[in-house]
């Protein structure tokens, strides 16, 4: 499978439990988007990176959470002292990105987590 | 504030009928609108892609039209079949020059569902 691959697909935590999350985007793509998703509601963007900069992070991502790129290839995202509101579904996207072009965005299918 | 609203909110048609989701958005700068398709507890996967030159777009039994002037898109799905079943989302391309950040604005989506 030449996809985005996300692991894993669902995790249940307890309330306060750090949990980390991985995105291994299509391989020859430069730019990686983590989103959240909660029911009934689009994704909303929480960071992306080019390559391994992390260039962009959205006022949801609070200081409980990080997001890591560190070769530019599969990503990370933690989540420290989970609360109750941290349950969503967590999607990775990757692209590539040029001077230009049209970028595609192609998403992974998503990590459920579920706080308790 | 950049927004993307979807109608309705969910839809319900039987297998063989034809239905129109509709799309406003307010984001700007504008690049280009996609229409995904989310299948339950799945990442969303590209319909089209529209530019701002672009009045109509298909993919097989999906057709997309988008009115830059009044900012509106509408998905047509001619003779739906079960697996239309999904939730169809609206999404904009935030940014108009070779800088862009590459940011994507969601609507919250139309759920269809197709009954025999």
């Known amino acids: 499978d030449t996809g985005v691959s996300q692991d894993p697909r669902h995790k249940i935590t307890k309330r306060g439990q750090n949990v980390t999350f991985r995105c291994d985007p299509i391989?020859?793509?430069?730019?990686l988007y983590w989103y959240r998703q909660t029911l009934g509601q689009g994704p909303e963007f929480l960071t992306y990176?080019?390559?391994?900069?992390?260039?962009?992070k959205s006022r949801l991502l609070s200081d409980r959470f990080s997001a890591e790129r560190p070769k530019g290839s599969f990503s990370t995202l933690e989540i420290q002292r989970t609360e109750q509101g941290d349950s969503a579904m967590y999607l990775c996207?990757?692209?590539?990105?040029?001077?230009?072009?049209?970028?595609?965005?192609?998403f992974g299918p998503g990590t459920r987590l579920t706080v308790t | 504030k950049n927004q993307v609203e979807q109608s309705p909110q969910s839809l319900i048609i039987l297998e063989g009928k034809n239905c129109t989701l509709q799309?406003?958005?307010?984001?700007?700068?504008?690049?280009?609108l996609r229409w995904y398709k989310q299948d339950t507890g799945r990442g969303p996967v590209s319909l089209t892609i529209?530019?701002?030159?672009?009045n109509t777009k298909s993919n097989g039994r999906y057709t997309a039209t988008l009115d830059a002037d009044t900012k509106q898109s509408s998905l047509h799905i001619t003779a739906s079949q079960l697996s239309d079943s999904a939730s169809y989302i609206c999404?904009?391309?935030?940014?108009?020059?070779?800088?862009?950040?590459?940011?994507?604005?969601f609507g919250q989506g139309t759920t269809l569902q197709v009954k025999p």
């Open positions: 996207a990757s692209s590539f990105h040029r001077l230009g072009g049209r970028e595609e965005q192609y």
């Open positions: 391989s020859e793509h430069n730019r």
């Open positions: 990176f080019q390559n391994e900069a992390q260039l962009e």
């Open positions: 799309c406003n958005y307010t984001v700007s700068p504008f690049s280009n």
């Open positions: 529209m530019t701002f030159s672009e």
């Open positions: 999404v904009v391309f935030e940014g108009g020059g070779s800088g862009n950040t590459g940011k994507l604005i």
